[in-house]
C-alpha cells in the first residue's frame, strides 16, 4: 500500500479502514495496469509452447507463489489446457514421477530466487521438459534457467511494510489468467466446451441439459380442435402448464392454446364463448423444439418469442412433451 495512506507520526489520526481498503485496491489496479507495458514476445511463446504441449501444464511454486499457482492449474484446466499443480517439496518425494518430456513446467516465484524451487529445476532440465517462468526479477536465477520468461514486476507491495505479497501475488494471478484467455482464443474454445469442463456448474447444466431432460410427459393437456371450450378450460386447468395442446386426428400438433387465449376469448365473445371451439382461437404454429435441444436454446426461443412454453415433438410433429419456464429454471 502506498505510504501516503499511513503516518509515522505519533497520535497522528489515522486513516479509516475504508480508506486503507481503497487505496489498497488502487496500488493493486496500478501493479495490474503496469503489467501491460511488460508484455512482450516471451508471452506470445509461452502461449505457443503451452499450446503446442502434448502432455500437461505442470504448475509450480512455493508458499503464496503455491496458492496463486494452484488457482492458476485450475484455471488453464477449466478452459482446455490440460494442467495440474505441483510443489516442488513434494516433487522430490516421488511426484517427479508424473512428468514427461511431453508436459510443460509453468514456475512461479517473484523473486525467480526462491531456494526449494531452484533446486528442483536441475531436474526438469535433465528430464527435457520445457519451463515458463512468471517472475518480478528478469535477473533471477529462475529467469535465466527457464525457456520463457514472462515478466511481473510489481514496483511494491500494497502491504504498507512492502513486505507481505499483495501486489506481486496480484499480478501473478493475473498474468496466469492473460495465459488462459490467450489459449482459449488461440483454441477457439466455446461456453459448450467450457460446459464440459464444470458440469456441475450453473452453465455446465444449461448447456448440457436438454429437452428431454426437464420436459413434463405425465398428464399433459392434450385437446381437439372442435373440443368446446368450456370442456377445454377444464382440461388446461388439471395440466397445470397454463396451456392446452391440440391433437389432430392424424395424432399430430394442430395448435396450442394458452390462459391467455381463453381470457381474450371470454371476454371478446362472453356469453357465446361456450359455444366456440379449440379451433377458434388456437395458434397453429406453436414453437416446437427437438428431443436434444438445449436449455440455454430453449430459454433463447422463449425470450425471443416472450412465450412461457414450448413443445417438444418428434420429426414428424407427434407431441412427446412440454418445456414451461419453469422447467428450465435448473
Not at 93 to 109: F, K, R
Not at 159 to 178: H, I, K, R, V, Y
Not at 268 to 273: G, L, P, T
Request: aromatic fraction near 6%; glycine fraction near 8%.
Amino acid at each position: 500500500m502506498s505510504s501516503k495512506a499511513y503516518s509515522d507520526t505519533p497520535n497522528a489520526p489515522q486513516p479509516t479502514p475504508r480508506a486503507i481498503a481503497e487505496q489498497c485496491l488502487r496500488d493493486e489496479a496500478q501493479a495490474l495496469l503496469n503489467l501491460i507495458p511488460q508484455l512482450d514476445d516471451a508471452f506470445d511463446r509461452a502461449v505457443d509452447l503451452l499450446y503446442t504441449c502434448k502432455g500437461k501444464a505442470i504448475v509450480v511454486g512455493v508458499g503464496k507463489s503455491g496458492n496463486v499457482g494452484a488457482k492458476i492449474a485450475g484455471t488453464l484446466s477449466s478452459t482446455g489446457t490440460p494442467a495440474f499443480f505441483a510443489n516442488p517439496l513434494d516433487v522430490f518425494h516421488g511426484d517427479l514421477g508424473v512428468m514427461t518430456p511431453h508436459d510443460v513446467v509453468l514456475a512461479l516465484s517473484n523473486s525467480g530466487q526462491t531456494d526449494e524451487l531452484l533446486r528442483f529445476i536441475p531436474f526438469i532440465r535433465h528430464m527435457h521438459i520445457p519451463i515458463i517462468a512468471i517472475t518480478g526479477n528478469a535477473d533471477s536465477l529462475l529467469a535465466k534457467y527457464s525457456d520463457v520468461h514472462i515478466l511481473a514486476r510489481v514496483e511494491r507491495e500494497a502491504c504498507p511494510l512492502n513486505l507481505a505479497p499483495t501486489s506481486s501475488t496480484t499480478a501473478a494471478m493475473a498474468m496466469g489468467d492473460a495465459l488462459a484467455i490467450a489459449l482459449m482464443q488461440r483454441r477457439g474454445f466455446q461456453p459448450r466446451d467450457f460446459a464440459q469442463f464444470h458440469p456441475g456448474g450453473e452453465l455446465g447444466k444449461r448447456l448440457l441439459t436438454t429437452a428431454t431432460d426437464i420436459m413434463h410427459t405425465d398428464n399433459m393437456p392434450t385437446l381437439h380442435a372442435d373440443m368446446h371450450l368450456g370442456d377445454a378450460i377444464i382440461r388446461v386447468s388439471k395440466g397445470k402448464l397454463g396451456m392446452g395442446v391440440a391433437i389432430g386426428n392424424d395424432g399430430r400438433i394442430a395448435g396450442l392454446i394458452t390462459d391467455g387465449d381463453i381470457r381474450r376469448a371470454m371476454e371478446k365473445w362472453q356469453a357465446d364463448f361456450f359455444n366456440k371451439q379449440v379451433a377458434d382461437i388456437m395458434t397453429t404454429t406453436p414453437k416446437c423444439v427437438a428431443q436434444d435441444t438445449k436449455v440455454t436454446d430453449i430459454q433463447r426461443i422463449m425470450n425471443t418469442y416472450k412465450i412461457h412454453s414450448v413443445l417438444v415433438t418428434d420429426d414428424d410433429r407427434h407431441l412427446l412433451g412440454i418445456v414451461d419456464h419453469y422447467s428450465c429454471m435448473l
